[in-house]
């Protein structure tokens, strides 16, 4: 069973956001705070972590740093009554996966930790299947059928990006930063290159398609 910590100071809140889970199969573990949340975390493994923000002695953006520094691909939802950007903005810094704001819908925030299970899932096996075609990470390869397709590096890990998170667009900063890095010399003419020679090699696939978003960027499309 999948077993979520949830951190949050207030009992109430902690024990409506605990009741939720488990009627809808989760296991859950509580804490008050962050420093009971790091506790817990080095005696038993947690599959996903819903943090408050606002807590005594450590609140959820020390814990989210901390907790990036050893669980890099740990799921973490981030729930908060703060609403203003500048807030979002630093969740997302310190390293959170999602963030929703007070007061929480309680399906939402159920189909939101089963959406980040699934990517976190992705992570961990280093496999993606969408239709027909698998990519395996470790090999860089997409199969379908018993056609095996290896790609160069940044091709392949461009194209596991927009696949694990169809219909979602994502700028040409973000994917340049993503697979290049920030320090990299690449421009936005690398980038379209990548793109084209991944759109020509899977021409015709039933799949997906790869679309520009224009003046945004690019996203992945299913197609069944």
């Not at 199969?25 to 408050?52: P, R």
């Not at 059928?145 to 700028?171: G, V």
Request: proline share 3%; aromatic share 6%.
């Amino acid at each position: 069973m999948v077993k979520i910590l949830i951190v949050e100071d207030d009992v109430n809140t902690r024990k409506l956001m605990c009741a939720v889970l488990k009627q809808n199969g989760f296991e859950t573990v509580q804490a008050e705070d962050g420093i009971t949340a790091l506790e817990i975390m080095d005696k038993q493994h947690v599959d996903l972590v819903v943090c408050d923000v606002m807590m005594p002695n450590m609140d959820g953006y020390a814990l989210t740093r901390q907790l990036r520094q050893t669980w890099a691909t740990l799921p973490i939802l981030m729930v908060t009554a703060k609403q203003e950007p500048k807030d979002k903005r630093q969740g997302f810094i310190v390293g959170t996966d999602d963030y929703m704001t007070k007061p929480v819908d309680e399906q939402e925030m159920v189909l939101r930790i089963r959406a980040l299970l699934r990517r976190a899932q992705i992570v961990n096996d280093h496999k993606l299947t969408m239709g027909e075609a698998v990519l395996d990470y470790d090999a860089l390869t997409v199969t379908k059928d018993k056609e095996i397709i290896t790609l160069p590096q940044k091709e392949f890990q461009l194209l596991f990006k927009l696949l694990s998170y169809p219909n979602m667009i994502f700028t040409r900063l973000q994917l340049m930063d993503e697979i290049w890095g920030m320090e990299s010399e690449t421009d936005h003419h690398t980038l379209n290159v990548h793109i084209n020679r991944l759109r020509d090699r899977f021409r015709g696939w039933t799949e997906f398609d790869i679309v520009t978003v224009r003046g945004l960027g690019y996203k992945a499309v299913k197609k069944i």
